[in-house]
């Protein structure tokens, strides 16, 4: 197999069968779609783990301390103190809440695989037009959704 030209091609399904310059233009513009918003798929799932805390996993050890007074000092030493654990946070009040951001992520983690698998078969087809457009796609959305990543 190698990559050509042409503006004949059936992607992903056999009613996706294109015969011409429209309708390879056409779905060029459709791939190209789909690639930008599995990109803002990435950050969108990336931002939403940021801001719900659920990638963030709760250390056991507290951190190494200072007290004022010189024996304090001693006693908090970073080989000591940083071995200490810490008796664990409380259970979260809202645990549904929780689960429905956990099953949302789940939710986005299997749309953004399936689209990813489905633009990966596009540029299996060999057809450069559709690489192209999967190429452009993946640039512009992720020039379009960095500034998420960037502010949060």
């Not at 009613?15 to 789909?34: C, I, K, N, Q, R």
């Not at 970073?78 to 956990?102: G, K, Q, V, Y």
């Amino acid at each position: 197999m190698t990559f050509g030209w042409s503006s004949s091609v059936t992607l992903l399904f056999d009613f996706w069968d294109v015969h011409g310059p429209a309708g390879m233009v056409l779905s060029v513009f459709v791939v190209l779609l789909l690639t930008v918003f599995y990109e803002v798929l990435k950050v969108w799932r990336l931002w939403l783990s940021r801001s719900s805390k659920l990638a963030q996993p709760q250390s056991a050890y507290a951190p190494p301390y200072c007290r004022s007074d010189s024996t304090a000092a001693l006693e908090s030493s970073p080989s000591e103190s940083s071995l200490t654990p810490m008796e664990p946070p409380p259970p979260a009040a809202n645990t549904t809440h929780r689960w429905l951001l956990h099953a949302i992520q789940t939710a986005l983690h299997m749309l953004q695989v399936s689209l990813g698998y489905m633009l990966m078969l596009c540029v299996m087809s060999y057809n450069t037009w559709i690489f192209l457009g999967v190429v452009v796609g993946s640039v512009l959305g992720y020039f379009l959704s960095f500034p998420l990543v960037v502010h949060k």
